[in-house]
């Protein structure tokens, strides 16, 4: 029998790489769970699927009521590096009551639940969120706890990344921005000649999640970490000689590295590495 999974998120850029990733195993009944005023324009349209379409939080519980799913994957999140006080609701809204309302409907009923969380929640060995996006994750994970009390017969999984990366990959994220300022023959400033970057692909993260949808693997939380971290710098050579392009690059010499090392085990959480040639990826794709 086919099982039925939910999706959140999937007219950001990871929820509809996974839409188009999971439509090729057929042993799935795939809903989308969208807002409204997105509409038919943002739809996937790599296979046959459901959408619901909810308006505020008030109609999605009348809408879930009595739907029942046996998973459900969350990729929708509100980012915003820096905030100011108006965003503070959208955070909230986004962050921790939607995904908390989800839990309340539909836990009872599932057998797997599957969330993001963020590497900007920490900073060396402690929790340290490095802005109020962080924060709003960290805090939605403390409320997974309580569903896992609750609802003992669903495993519950967390996964946390640091930044992904294919040539879908439209966001105002690090490697998209050098490869357009590249191409437009722009100026590229780095803080140092030593930041680096660990940096997976979305596949690796629709075949993590695939495995654990598959596999009988206990609640935990997980770092899905690149074997290979990625020096910027060197990046940003490697893609001008690709594109024969000449670099105009500004390095302020700040000798902070700004990344750090892991431990077998890292809060609290399950490192899973992953091997994702950023430099293979580009030769082969761009």
């Not at 060197?234 to 670099?247: A, E, Q, R, V």
């Not at 700040?254 to 030769?283: A, P, T, W």
């Amino acid at each position: 029998m086919k099982k039925k999974i939910l999706i959140t998120g999937t007219t950001g850029f990871l929820g509809r790489e996974f839409v188009k990733f999971i439509c090729k195993e057929k042993k799935f009944i795939i809903t989308e769970l969208m807002r409204a005023k997105k509409n038919s324009l943002s739809r996937n349209n790599h296979c046959k699927h459901n959408t619901i379409f909810y308006t505020d939080l008030k109609n999605l519980e009348k809408l879930l009521s009595k739907k029942k799913f046996d998973y459900l994957v969350h990729f929708a999140t509100h980012y915003k590096k820096e905030h100011a006080t108006k965003d503070i609701y959208a955070f909230n809204e986004a962050n921790i009551l939607f995904p908390t309302l989800l839990l309340d409907l539909l836990s009872k009923n599932l057998k797997k639940f599957i969330s993001f969380g963020t590497m900007m929640e920490h900073s060396n060995k402690k929790f340290s969120p490095q802005n109020l996006y962080a924060a709003s994750k960290k805090a939605f994970e403390t409320l997974i706890e309580f569903y896992k009390i609750k609802n003992k017969n669903c495993k519950f999984y967390n996964i946390k990344i640091f930044d992904t990366f294919n040539l879908n990959d439209k966001r105002k994220k690090i490697i998209p921005t050098l490869i357009n300022n590249i191409d437009q023959n722009k100026k590229i400033t780095l803080d140092s000649k030593n930041l680096k970057m660990n940096i997976i692909s979305p596949l690796d993260i629709n075949n993590f999640i695939l495995k654990l949808l598959n596999k009988n693997i206990s609640s935990d939380n997980f770092i899905l970490k690149n074997k290979k971290n990625t020096n910027i710098l060197k990046l940003i050579k490697f893609i001008g000689n690709l594109k024969n392009k000449k670099i105009k690059l500004k390095i302020k010499n700040n000798k902070k590295n700004k990344f750090f090392n892991f431990q077998k085990k890292y809060f609290e959480s399950r490192i899973v590495y992953v091997k994702f040639d950023l430099e293979k990826y580009l030769i082969k794709n761009l």
